[in-house]
């Protein structure tokens, strides 16, 4: 089993930067796939960004594109989601989410493709 904590939302004015966090506890030995998704208030969830196990393929959303950057610590089995040029649209619920894979270098844009999701943090941007 693993655990899934995300941590890092907050309040921010819009233009500003934050970023969130998502630790991984538990079953660690393995490779795992990682996404961050966001759900909005009367919206579906949708995925903001992904990354392989590998670190080196990631996918974003069009919407995130050139403001929002995933990384991963492999030390800290932590991944980040790094958010610039804050939108009030990019007000949100993040949910971390996490897939055990066998391919190093594939990420997943689907939710149905994750087993393990955190309970999410809230990020609201005010204008």
């Known amino acids: 089993q693993l655990q899934v904590e995300e941590s890092g939302g907050g309040l921010v004015q819009a233009g500003g930067s934050l970023r969130v966090s998502c630790a991984v506890s538990?079953?660690?030995?393995?490779?795992?796939?990682m996404g961050w998704f966001r759900q909005a208030p009367g919206k579906e969830r949708e995925l903001v960004a992904a990354?392989?196990?590998?670190?080196?393929?990631?996918a974003y959303a069009d919407s995130v594109k050139g403001r929002f950057a995933i990384s991963r610590d492999y030390r800290k089995k932590t991944v980040y989601l790094q958010m610039n040029s804050l939108k009030p649209e990019d007000t949100a619920v993040y949910y971390c989410?996490?897939?055990?894979?066998?391919?190093?270098?594939?990420?997943?844009?689907?939710?149905?493709?994750?087993?393990?999701w955190g309970q999410g943090t809230q990020v609201t941007v005010s204008s």
């Open positions: 989410a996490v897939k055990i894979t066998y391919n190093s270098e594939t990420y997943y844009y689907t939710a149905q493709s994750y087993a393990y």
């Open positions: 538990g079953r660690t030995a393995s490779m795992y796939a």
């Open positions: 990354t392989s196990d590998s670190g080196l393929r990631t």
